[in-house]
């Protein structure tokens, strides 16, 4: 069964920067697709970004393009996403995620999540 | 403002019928398969249907997925207490570039 533990979120000021990291394991990590989405408080669901399984590819929200960078490395199963320039509305649980097929939208496992906190 | 439209409540008693709908464009649901998944309060969400209409193993036949269109909608038949949840649809915008969710709905068993 595919395991998505997250980790490196916490309070970060406004204009800060965090890494946040994906161990995953259960699964065959350079076989597939990952993605970030996160959840605001009491809101719903928000696609941040997606990475092919090579790495080759990545996809970005407008809301997050040129701030945060979605990378992997295959040897290790993990998945990171670095945040700068961090803004209030950031402030979210991330959830890792493990995209099921060709269509980046279909996630079949996701991680406890991670929450970042951007607040002065 | 969600790209894709969903009511953002729907209910019903035991044993029940509701359909929860998702409303897109030509760019999203027109032309790309939907998503489904469920979340309960405090956990992660859960996939429910995927390319519109394809369980995942688990996932009970009462439960099905539709698409026509720019629409798509998730039938839920016989109506337990343990179906009360949050239910979001998704799917990939090619305009966008990136995958787009629903606002939610919250179902209420009653």
């Known amino acids: 069964e595919a395991q998505l533990l997250e980790s490196g979120g916490g309070l970060v000021q406004p204009g800060g920067s965090l890494r946040l990291s994906c161990a995953a394991s259960g699964f065959t990590f350079s076989g597939y697709a990952m993605s970030w989405v996160r959840q605001a408080p009491g809101k719903g669901l928000d696609w941040v970004s997606s990475?092919?399984?090579?790495?080759?590819?990545?996809y970005y929200a407008d809301s997050v393009k040129g701030r945060f960078t979605i990378s992997r490395d295959n040897s290790k199963n993990t998945l990171f996403l670095q945040m700068n320039s961090l803004r209030a509305e950031d402030t979210a649980i991330y959830y890792c995620?493990?995209?099921?097929?060709?269509?980046?939208?279909?996630?079949?496992?996701w991680g406890q999540g991670t929450l970042v906190t951007v607040s002065s | 403002q969600s790209v894709l439209t969903q009511p953002p409540s729907a209910s019903g008693t035991p044993g029940q019928r509701v359909t929860i709908s998702c409303s897109g464009s030509?760019?999203?649901?027109?032309?790309?398969?939907v998503t489904w998944y469920q979340q309960l309060p405090g956990t992660a969400p859960k996939l429910l249907m995927y390319?519109?209409?394809q369980r995942p193993s688990g996932v009970p036949d009462r439960l099905s997925g539709s698409k026509s269109g720019t629409s798509a909608s998730l039938a839920i038949s016989g109506l337990q207490s343990e179906d009360e949840a949050d239910y979001y649809c998704a799917t990939w915008d090619a305009s966008l570039t990136g995958v787009v969710f629903g606002g939610g709905t919250k179902l209420t068993v009653l």
């Open positions: 030509s760019s999203n649901i027109g032309s790309n398969a």
């Open positions: 995620s493990k995209i099921l097929s060709r269509s980046h939208s279909q996630i079949d496992h």
């Open positions: 390319n519109s209409n």
């Open positions: 990475i092919s399984n090579s790495g080759d590819n990545t």
